[in-house]
T-cell receptor
Framework: AQSVTQLGSHVSVSEGALVLLRCNYSSSVPPYLFWYVQYPNQGLQLLLKYTTGATLVKGINGFEAEFKKSETSFHLTKPSAHMSDAAEYFCAVSEGPSDGGSYIPTFGRGTSLIVHP | GAVVSQHPSWVICKSGTSVKIECRSLDFQATTMFWYRQFPKQSLMLMATSNEGSKATYEQGVEKDKFLINHASLTLSTLTVTSAHPEDSSFYIC???????????FGSGTRLTVV
C-alpha cells in the first residue's frame, strides 16, 4: 500500500522568493516519486521524477526535488518563483521498479501555489 | 516524447444523454490506459484501468455500467458516460504509460458539464 501527504493545500510566495512544496509518502517497497503540475482546465504535466540513483532530481522550469528516504519525503523546490509558476502541484508515488509491477501512481491532494507580484 | 491526446476538451450535455471521451496515444502504443476523475480543488481519483482487448478494471465504488470503457486498439481508449446526470459533471483525465517508461503521460482533460 502507498500513500502521499502534501502539507498545505495552499502556498503563497512573492515573485522571486523561494518555493517549497512539501510531500511525504509511505510505501512498502522502494518507491517511484513524481511531481506534476496542472494549470487550470488542463491535464497534468510531469515536472520531475525519482526512480533510482541520484536523490536530487532536477526537472523542468527550474524545479528540483530531493528524495530523502530517512524522512520519507520528496519536497519540491525552486530558488526563485515566477508568476507563471502559479498552478496546482501534485506529488505522486508508485511502486517501482519492475516494469511488470503495479505501476499505478497514488496522488496527493495537491498544493495550490500562489505567486504575488 | 510521448503524447496523449484527449478529446473533447469541453462538453456540455443534457441530463439523460451519453457522452463519449476519447484518449489517444499519438506516438506510442499503450496496452494500458487509465481514467481519472477530478473534483474541484481535489486530487485525481482513479476510476478504472483500461486494458487493450479485454475488459476494464474498475476501482471500488465506480459504476461500470455508467462509465463504459472500451480499449479497442493499442492507441485508443474511450470513456462513455451513459445517462449522464448533473452529479457526473467533473473533469475527466486519461493517462498512459509507454512501455519501458518510468512515468505516465496525461491527456489534457475533458471538462464535462451536465445540465
Amino acid at each position: 500500500a502507498q500513500s502521499v501527504t502534501q502539507l498545505g493545500s495552499h502556498v503563497s510566495v512573492s515573485e522571486g522568493a523561494l518555493v517549497l512544496l512539501r510531500c511525504n509518502y509511505s510505501s512498502s517497497v522502494p518507491p517511484y516519486l513524481f511531481w506534476y503540475v496542472q494549470y487550470p482546465n488542463q491535464g497534468l504535466q510531469l515536472l520531475l521524477k525519482y526512480t533510482t540513483g541520484a536523490t536530487l532530481v532536477k526537472g523542468i522550469n527550474g524545479f528540483e526535488a530531493e528524495f530523502k528516504k530517512s524522512e520519507t519525503s520528496f519536497h519540491l523546490t525552486k530558488p526563485s518563483a515566477h508568476m507563471s509558476d502559479a498552478a496546482e502541484y501534485f506529488c505522486a508515488v508508485s511502486e517501482g521498479p519492475s516494469d511488470g509491477g503495479s505501476y499505478i501512481p497514488t496522488f496527493g491532494r495537491g498544493t495550490s501555489l500562489i505567486v504575488h507580484p | 516524447g510521448a503524447v496523449v491526446s484527449q478529446h473533447p476538451s469541453w462538453v456540455i450535455c443534457k441530463s439523460g444523454t451519453s457522452v463519449k471521451i476519447e484518449c489517444r496515444s499519438l506516438d506510442f502504443q499503450a496496452t494500458t490506459m487509465f481514467w481519472y476523475r477530478q473534483f474541484p480543488k481535489q486530487s485525481l481519483m482513479l476510476m478504472a484501468t483500461s486494458n487493450e482487448g479485454s475488459k476494464a478494471t474498475y476501482e471500488q465504488g465506480v459504476e461500470k455500467d455508467k462509465f463504459l470503457i472500451n480499449h479497442a486498439s493499442l492507441t485508443l481508449s474511450t470513456l462513455t458516460v451513459t445517462s449522464a446526470h448533473p452529479e457526473d459533471s467533473s473533469f475527466y483525465i486519461c493517462s498512459a504509460r509507454q512501455q519501458g517508461a518510468n512515468g505516465y503521460t496525461f491527456g489534457s482533460g475533458t471538462r464535462l458539464t451536465v445540465v
